[in-house]
């Protein structure tokens, strides 16, 4: 997995490659933790993900939980599949997902 | 044992046995065995309705003057009170048993010690020749039991039956069919039998089987082969003694007589049956088996194995190589010679005690005699490598459960299922499906340890279906007993985790969880 980030004032986009799963997931939580302080808007743009597991869900439930603090959170460029993960698991009704 | 020479009475018990009667029955008793001397007495209870106390204390009496004593054909209620009250255990209670004529009906297995006849649609009967049939009964119902147990599919009687002057046990067999009738008739279904026979056979080979449980197969082995050295050219038959000595010692399953005839399609399940020889040891006894049952026995009359398997000589000699290929998990013919040269030597050996013993045919004992002494010269151990054999199977692997296999594992998955054309969607939610079951037992089921997890991968069936299955030896954990977590709670309520298992749960058609012979057993399902 790669971490493209744009940063623009408080408004941040990350947008992750490849795979998040349990090994790829902690490299994006650092680097959230590392990247929020200030932002009040967070797009996390899924265009370029190809794979997303429980440990990829968890790290989105806890940046949407940090955002619901500061500002809003979105999430985009969400694939069939993965919008099918977001639907079992509930996350669709807690993400904001254009 | 009875005396042969012994004169036997039988006396027949009626009626009540009560304390009303119990007296008079006893003096009864006395009068019909006084100046017999030195008899055994068997008491038929074929009439036998009821017995008290009172009426068990006369019977102790009379064992303790006959101690051979033997009571027969007691009805299903009175066996009851002498198993409950320990009778049984003192001395020979026979049950009575149902009648069961199998004139007529279908014979569609043989083996050594009786036939198999088929007395109405799912119902089969395997009749013993042997005297002491009934404890032969007993041995082969409890050590299918203990199979059954240890996760070998296999059918257990439901009865025992009278079938003429023998004794017969009876199964539930639901449309079955032998593989030596499925290679005779079906023979477009070769390559399926291979596989399944080959699959059954590497599931008993891994079966761990508690200790003292079944009996070691080199004792057996080991014994005929020392009788075999005396008929052997000086040093030749030493060398035999010491490899077949030299075979370690295992505390795994070997069936001890698997060819087709004990492999059966019952539905669509294939059971092993001919459970009497079960036992412990290397896989070569297996492997020994089976040359002597394909080839051995046949090898200078191709009519033998035609008339016991159903089969000619040329699909037993194709079904044994290609079995030992799969088995061995190559196409290396040079490796598949050397394991075989090493189960002719073994197997030879076997049969020349046994042909010796049985009179079989001169010429064939010879034929075995100089095939082996030609191939032992050549020979210089009998073991061969089991573990990449055995647990080698192109749809398993075994893997220390940690989270850094975790891609080891995926790839695995992943070519398997690119070999059979998994749409891209489904391959990717089932990835999803093994990391959270891979990463839980890395991450729970050792800790603080570590240890193995094994991953299979079949696909089967239409609508293709895909089986994984992971198995762990670590502590006992249903994850399906955990709660599902509220998927309808807002992001602040909502707990980071415990989504793992329910995720699976949603993406796999089937998800099912048991705990047997220490390991955690958790299948996932997927049409694709």
């Not at chain 1, 997303?52 to 603090?69: D, E, F, I, P, Y």
């Not at chain 2, 077949?244 to 092993?272: F, Q, R």
Request: aromatic share 6%; glycine share 6%; with cysteine.
């Amino acid at each position: 997995m790669t971490i493209q980030k744009t940063k623009n004032g408080s408004e941040l986009i990350i947008a992750p490659e490849g795979r998040l799963d349990t090994m790829t997931a902690p490299e994006l939580e650092a680097e959230l933790k590392a990247s929020l302080d200030g932002v009040t808007a967070l797009t996390i743009d899924l265009t370029e993900l190809e794979y997303l597991s429980s440990a990829g869900l968890r790290v989105l439930l806890s940046a949407q939980k940090t955002m619901n603090n500061q500002g809003e959170m979105k999430v985009t460029g969400v694939n069939e599949t993965i919008m099918e993960i977001f639907e079992v698991t509930g996350f669709s009704d807690i993400l904001t997902i254009e | 044992m009875m005396n042969s020479n012994q004169e036997i009475l039988t006396i027949a018990l009626a009626g009540r046995i009560d304390s009303g009667n119990a007296a008079q029955t006893e003096a009864d008793l006395q009068a019909r065995l006084a100046g017999k001397g030195n008899i055994s007495v068997i008491l038929d209870a074929s009439e036998l309705e009821y017995i008290s106390s009172a009426g068990l204390r006369v019977i102790l009496r009379v064992k303790k003057a006959y101690p051979e004593l033997k009571i027969i054909n007691v009805i299903s209620e009175i066996y009851e009170i002498f198993e409950m009250t320990g009778f049984t255990e003192m001395m020979t209670v026979e049950k009575a048993y149902r009648l069961v004529s199998v004139e007529g009906c279908e014979v569609i297995g043989e083996g050594a010690n009786g036939k198999v006849y088929r007395i109405d649609g799912d119902n089969v009967v395997k009749t013993y020749k042997n005297a002491d049939a009934l404890s032969e009964i007993q041995h082969e119902r409890e050590v299918a039991r203990l199979a059954l147990v240890l996760g070998i599919p296999t059918a257990i009687s439901y009865d025992v039956v009278k079938v003429g002057d023998s004794y017969g046990s009876v199964f539930e067999l639901l449309d079955a069919k032998s593989f030596s009738k499925l290679l005779a008739k079906e023979p477009e279904r070769f390559d399926w039998c291979v596989a399944e026979y080959v699959k059954m056979l590497k599931k008993i080979h891994s079966t761990e089987v508690p200790e003292g449980k079944l009996p070691p197969f080199k004792e057996k082995v080991l014994t005929a082969i020392r009788r075999t050295k005396d008929v052997l050219p000086e040093g030749l038959g030493e060398k035999l003694v010491q490899m077949t000595e030299a075979i370690p010692e295992s505390d795994h399953m070997i069936h001890g007589d698997y060819h087709t005839k004990n492999i059966v399609l019952a539905g669509d399940e294939v059971l092993v049956i001919d459970m009497d020889t079960l036992s412990v040891g290397h896989p070569i006894f297996d492997l020994m088996r089976m040359y002597s049952a394909y080839i051995g026995y046949s090898e200078n009359d191709p009519e033998i194995i035609l008339k016991f398997q159903g089969f000619d000589q040329t699909t037993a000699r194709r079904f044994w190589h290609e079995s030992l290929a799969e088995y061995l998990n190559t196409a290396d013919e040079q490796v598949i010679g050397d394991v075989e040269n090493k189960v002719r030597c073994l197997s030879y050996g076997y049969l020349i005690d046994w042909g010796t013993r049985h009179h079989a045919d001169a010429d064939l004992i010879l034929l075995w005699k100089t095939r082996l002494i030609e191939l032992l010269p050549l020979i210089d151990s009998l073991t061969f490598e089991v573990a990449s054999a055995a647990a080698g199977a192109a749809n398993e692997m075994d893997v220390e459960a940690t989270t850094d296999n975790l891609q080891t594992v995926i790839d695995f998955i992943d070519a398997r299922l690119e070999a059979v054309d998994c749409p891209m969607k489904s391959q990717m939610q089932m990835d999803i499906a093994v990391e959270e079951i891979f990463v839980n037992i890395a991450n729970y089921a050792y800790a603080p340890g570590k240890g193995n997890a094994t991953v299979r991968v079949e696909v089967s069936g239409d609508p293709v279906t895909v089986t994984i299955t992971f198995i762990d030896r670590g502590v006992p954990y249903d994850p399906l007993k955990k709660e599902d977590p509220d998927v309808t709670l807002s992001a602040a309520e909502r707990e980071i985790g415990g989504l793992g298992i329910f995720m699976t749960k949603k993406i796999m058609d089937d998800v099912s969880y048991e705990y047997k012979n220490g390991q955690n057993i958790l299948t996932l399902k997927k049409k694709i």
